[in-house]
């Protein structure tokens, strides 16, 4: 994952380890755990004498809001001071990327059990709607803002638009670089949403569709790398002072617009 440049870090990528619990088979095989994490500090250790340290790291009895509160909340409040953020879920087959990721549609969770990006979308809108409540309160303009969803899957080195339905025209998506040193995509949909719910419908059209296979550790093990992007535009009115004789005449400024740009 990573975060902004605002906040004087060192750098602007950080780490974040879980540990998941032994799932019903290894408990079934008694098999032993072999990490202890060091109490009150980011570091875990393997078997005796190996010890590794991160920014974060959350044992075996870590829960969803903890995970989120620690290593991402932050990530979706800088978004709207026009950072770009991103959060990378890597391990093997089996290890729980797709829980803490919150993208698996093919059974109910509790509400407690809600991965990163549902509580990303959750935490996007919620804060959305308490700026336009306090321009209001202010007596301001409201900010507006436009919201944009992507769904990408790469497998087998094919880009795959998981919002297109007609798959014969999936290999046409190429990746360029703009004359900015920015990296885009031609050709990829983007969904506009306007709710929460809107964007995990999107969000769940997208992962029902991603490539799977039989692993000898996952009967549905995601076979593919999938990235889901949200973009934030947001103008922000601003009040802009105008020459002394207007403000004596009884008015304050005029009003201009600031646009930024968040991507999550």
Sequence with gaps: MTTNGGEGNETSVQVALRVRPQNSKEQIDMCQICTFCIPGQPQIVLG?????????????DSEQDEIYSQCIEGLVAGCFEGYNATVLAYGQTGSGKTYTMGTGFGMAVLPEQLGVIPRAVRQ?????????????????????FEISAQFLELYNEDLIDLFDCNREALKKLRIHEDPNGGIYIAGVISQRVESVEETLSCLKQGALSRTVGSTNM??????????????????RPIKTPISSEIVEEGREGSYSTKSLTGRI
Excluded: C, E, M, W
């Design 48 to 60: 005796k004498d190996k010890a590794f340290t991160y920014d974060f790291v959350l044992d075996t």
């Design 124 to 144: 996007l809108f919620a804060t959305i709607d308490q700026l336009r409540d306090d321009a209001i309160a202010s007596g301001d303009p409201p900010p507006q």
């Design 218 to 235: 996952n009967a549905q093990s995601s076979r593919s790398h999938a990235i889901f992007t949200l973009q934030v535009s947001q103008q």
